[in-house]
């Protein structure tokens, strides 16, 4: 399937309440159209002019999702990833650059960004890139959601143990007094 921006919307809706996504990058005209772009598809769009903004932003909010410039003032794309990865390692990135550094690009991969997207910006590849960013979101929060459900299965198991165990003593201590 082809993503575009208009079936983008398709399973954006899905993701209302979760998708949460950061925006960093140093040029404020491309700051501001990626967030013209994006705004009507994500419950919250935070955006950062630096990479240390970024990192603020991030450690104080639940984000998602990652679309990050490599050349940026106080911290560069790479430091970013690195720092944001040390704490979340399901976050999805998208990395944008204007330069074709693929020693660069290599230790990106290497740290674990998801998508590349080249300067000048191809809004129906970012779409696509957004698109398969949420339906991995979607998949991460359905795990957590099934891995709650083990965990509270296994709990009732344990009760339920705890309960036969009980029923069983009180079975003894009541044939007891029958005896007497």
Do not use: W
Not at 67 to 94: A, Q
Not at 103 to 116: H, S
Not at 120 to 140: E, G, H, R, V, W
């Amino acid at each position: 399937m082809t993503a575009t921006i208009e079936n983008f919307n398709d399973i954006s809706h899905l993701l209302r309440k979760n998708a949460n996504l950061l925006i960093a990058e140093d040029n404020k005209d491309i700051r501001e159209q990626l967030h013209r772009s994006v705004d009507k598809f994500f419950p919250n769009v935070f955006v950062a002019s630096d990479g240390q903004e970024a990192l603020e932003i991030f450690l104080k909010e639940d984000i998602n999702i990652l679309l990050t410039d490599i050349n940026m003032p106080r911290m560069n794309g790479v430091e970013l990833v690195e720092n944001i990865l040390s704490v979340n390692e399901d976050i999805f990135i998208i990395v944008l650059s204007a330069h074709n550094n693929s020693d660069m690009l290599i230790e990106l991969i290497n740290l674990g960004v998801n998508n590349f997207l080249p300067k000048p910006i191809d809004m129906a590849m970012m779409a696509k890139f957004f698109y398969n960013a949420c339906l991995q979101l979607k998949s991460t929060l359905k795990l957590k959601d099934d891995t709650l459900t083990l965990e509270e299965l296994e709990k009732l198991e344990e009760l339920q143990i705890l309960l036969e165990d009980e029923l069983i003593d009180y079975s003894r201590i009541d044939s007891l007094g029958s005896v007497q």
